[in-house]
């Protein structure tokens, strides 16, 4: 059985602001809410996309891989049945039936160690580097990773391009989406989470792999799938970055993720 492995927000989820609803009002898509933080609806998908992932997640392995914390996956109610495996935390957390598997937190743990500079000396470095002027919050992501929650608008390209210099000497690497700026340990990757779900799945190549991101932080993951898709929007799209098994969509927003789950479908049997 094919195994789908998609990254969540802005590729299949969308909150309000990354909508991209680019049609009159009249002719907007039915909107589903997948999503309601602090009492408030956060992330949706169209009607038709939810219809298409419903589906797949009854003739596939439908996995979700997010860079969430296993705490704001858990706010996320997808259509279908719950997925038997979730990737959280860029990869740092393998969930089983819902479950975190110690298993493999630790095996996370010792790569992390051994490639990559500790969190608190990178943590440190983005406290001092940070401008007031434009940082909102500075966040720890599961002892795992950090993150900046910024003014978009605000945050010069010169900083996060010497950011990213700085961590790259130090086995990390910079992801900005939307209002957040990730530090995230090069160890620490989807596509080897993904590699232990295709192994414990046990199937003869599991049929394949599919796979959707827009974010630089999803590239291994696209890179080590069989087929995988892009969306108009994001990191990846501004890079106009590809590969010759990567569908890079014209779609954007919203429309994406319901293109991205209506050509996946067309590629099950």
Known sequence: MTIIASDLDRTLIYSPAALALAVPDAAAPRLLCVEVYEGRPLSFLTETAAAFLADLAGRAHFVPVTTRTREQYGRVRLPGPPPRYAICANGGHLLVD???????????????????????????????????????????????????????????????????????????????????VYAVPRPLTKSAAVAEVVRRVGEPAADGVLAAGDSLLDTDLLLAADRAWRPGHGELAARGWTAPHVTALDERGVAAGEEILRQMAGCLP
Do not use: C, I, M
């Open 98 to 180: 819902g479950e975190a598997d110690a298993g493999w937190r630790a095996r996370v743990g010792r790569e992390l160690a051994a490639g990559s500079a500790p969190l608190a000396e990178v943590r440190a470095h983005l406290e001092r580097a940070a401008d007031p002027a434009w940082l909102r919050k500075l966040r720890t992501a599961e002892d795992l990773f950090a993150y900046l929650v910024v003014e978009r608008a605000a945050v010069p390209e010169e900083w996060l391009k010497e950011l990213g210099e700085w961590a790259e000497g130090r086995g990390w690497s910079v992801s900005a989406q939307g209002r957040k």
